[in-house]
């Protein structure tokens, strides 16, 4: 299984980016596919999730409304569209598989995720 994140960049405070997750060796419409961040000196933080089967997306209060996770299952990608960024988003951004389906508690816990990608680095300046 592989997950290769793309997309990210330097962008001014306001502006928006499409970050991609492309992933090989399992299905991203049958399992819990999420995005998570990690700034320099912080632990890893969850972002947002599309749940495997009923597309069901949930999203950490700090991005909500601003950040939407989708998925195209011909292209077998995951996508984290980013808007009104801020300069506290900076950071490096990871996708992340877990075979199945999490409950919900567990989402956000990243030691539930069985794959993950190398992160994409996201610069935000004010």
């Known amino acids: 299984v592989q997950l290769q994140a793309s997309g990210g960049g330097l962008v001014q405070a306001g502006g928006s980016l499409r970050l991609s997750c492309a992933v090989s060796g399992l299905s991203v419409s049958s399992n819990d596919m999420s995005w998570f961040r990690q700034a320099p000196g912080k632990e890893r933080e969850f972002v947002g999730t599309?749940?495997?089967?009923?597309?069901?997306?949930y999203y950490a209060n700090s991005v909500k409304g601003r950040f939407t996770v989708s998925r195209d299952n011909a292209k077998n990608t995951v996508h984290l569209q980013m808007n009104s960024l801020k300069p506290d988003d900076t950071a490096n951004y990871y996708c992340?598989?877990?075979?199945?389906?999490?409950?919900?508690?567990?989402?956000?816990?990243?030691?539930?995720?069985?794959?993950w990608g190398q992160g994409t680095l996201v610069t935000v300046s004010s």
């Open positions: 599309i749940r495997s089967s009923s597309s069901s997306t």
């Open positions: 992340a598989a877990r075979r199945g389906r999490l409950i919900l508690s567990a989402l956000s816990e990243p030691w539930h995720y069985d794959y």
